[in-house]
């Protein structure tokens, strides 16, 4: 159903106000003549050149510290040296997490620490054997050193042989001179040989070792991006870890916005209404003395009263439509959003297209995200239209707001968008802001569906 307040108009999916953006960064250079050269290349490449040494020194101590620790299982010491071995692998993690940091920019965060319930050498082995990040470390370990053998193989040998073929031109000469035959034998047997001699040939020569050269930036960061894989998924903080984390720090933004939210009603009820209330029970109390010896002055007092009760209820009832909205409970979004829109300073369209609706928390949270963003129009956009969709799409709730307003609206800021985002976040929603700084703005949120 779509209710246009004013003169919006729009379609769903894109920005209503598309204007032409900003061109990006040019170069003179195509990018397979620049990659060579540049710094990210050199870098992947100082990559792999360190990974055959260190996957040689990984392999070794994992294989050696483990076959050890198995064969001496029958005895005691086994368990101390299996441990021995974990630990080791997981410090030559940190060296890899910190290569990759500094040669591939891969952020990796530190894995979950050891959880040792108690005190002693004893529970410092159990948890060390029990914790699957010891284990995939080893893993780790086992695993990039073949991986670092072909990478190495293949990155060396098409950079070596790349620009040894395109400088042939600058030192083919030392053959005829120092070697004893016309040029680089591409062919020879019993009775003929083939040399790359004469101009045509050298020329060629020189055109592949370019392709090859081209080629071997690309063919290094595929090698690299497997590297990337392998960090990340063996030697960071597990998903399950990773989520603990999440919701650690979902559950603190809950109590900090609820916290919030109750300090705001508290404030307003002791600003607004409460202090109308104590002026109120004043004012009639002053009216009751004057009843009887000045029956018109107290006749006008109460009439004072009596605006002021109105007024009272009128802020009791915009603090109650801040807490949850009437409106929203009884006829839900799209009577609730128009309600939003109608109060807005610039015309707003509003579509809302759900066959059902989306259970009471989520769809309170998508109230107030769409008031938020319709107040901040008002505010700062200086927008002469907007529009508000909001959709399903599979088990997502899709809230989309733009304007065509000044734009420039930026979440790291520390502006209302980045509460917005948080309380977002703390339901695993998402808000994306497209908002360049000379407009148009379009803000989109997603909320997980649940009815």
């Known amino acids: 159903m779509a209710t246009e307040y004013g003169h919006g108009y729009g379609h769903r ?33 100082g990559y792999v050149l360190l990974g055959l040494p260190l996957g040689i020194l990984l392999f070794t101590f994992a294989v050696t ?33 910190a290569r990759a940091r500094g040669l591939l920019g891969v952020e990796v965060a530190e894995p979950e620490p050891l959880r040792v319930q108690k005190h002693g050498a004893m529970a410092w082995m ?17 695993v990039q050193f073949p991986w670092s053998v072909f990478s190495f193989v293949v ?101 900090d916005t609820a916290a919030a939210d109750l300090r705001r009603i508290e404030r307003d009820l002791h600003d607004g209404a409460q202090a109308r209330l104590v002026a109120l029970a004043m004012d009639l109390g002053l009216a009751k003395e004057k009843l009887a010896e ?18 009272a209820l009128q ?16 006829r839900g979004l799209d009577a609730a959003l128009s309600a939003v829109a109608s109060r807005c300073t610039v015309p707003v369209q509003v579509e809302v297209d759900l066959a059902v609706r989306p259970a009471p928390a989520i769809e309170g949270i998508a109230y ?14 200086r927008a002469t239209r907007a529009t508000v969709d909001v959709w399903r799409v599979e088990n997502r709730l899709m809230i989309q707001v733009g304007d065509n307003g000044v734009g420039g609206a930026d979440v790291t800021e520390g502006s209302g968008l980045a509460g917005l985002t948080e309380r977002l976040d703390a339901v695993d929603g998402i808000l994306v802001v497209d908002s360049p700084p000379a407009g148009p703005t379009r803000i989109t949120a997603e909320l997980p569906w649940r009815g």
């Not at 106000?17 to 870098?43: I, N, S, V, Y």
């Not at 319709?374 to 956009?381: E, Y």
Request: charged share 20%.
């Open 294 to 311: 000045d029956p018109e002055a107290a006749a006008r007092m109460v009439d004072e009263a009596h605006g002021e009760v109105k007024t």
């Open 315 to 330: 802020e009791l009832r915009d603090l109650a439509r801040g807490i949850h909205p009437a409106v929203l409970t009884d």
């Open 368 to 381: 107030f995200t769409v008031s938020e963003l319709l107040q901040n129009i008002s505010k700062h956009s």
């Open 65 to 97: 510290m483990v076959s050890l620790g198995a064969g001496l299982l029958i005895t005691f010491l086994g368990v101390p040296v299996l441990a021995a071995a974990l630990a080791g692998c997981r410090g030559l993690g940190s060296l890899e997490r």
């Open 155 to 255: 990155a060396v040998n098409f950079w070596v042989y790349g620009w040894a073929l395109l400088t042939y031109p600058l030192w083919f000469w030392v053959f005829p001179m120092y070697g004893g035959q016309d040029g680089l034998q591409l062919y020879g047997d019993s009775t003929h040989s083939i040399y790359l001699d004469n101009p045509f040939e050298i020329t060629v020569t020189a055109l592949v070792g370019l392709l090859f050269t081209m080629a071997t930036p690309w063919i290094v960061r595929a090698l690299t991006t497997m590297d990337r894989v392998m960090v990340t998924g063996l030697l960071g903080p597990s998903r399950l870890a990773t989520r603990v984390v999440e919701l650690e720090s979902d559950r603190g933004v809950v109590v």
């Open 126 to 142: 159990g948890a060390v054997l029990k914790s699957g990040t010891s284990w995939r470390h080893l893993l780790y370990a086992v």
């Open 13 to 45: 999916g894109g920005s209503r106000f598309d204007e032409a953006g900003a061109a990006g960064p040019r170069h003179r250079l195509p990018a397979p003549l620049r990659a060579p050269f540049e710094a990210r290349t050199w870098r992947e490449f």
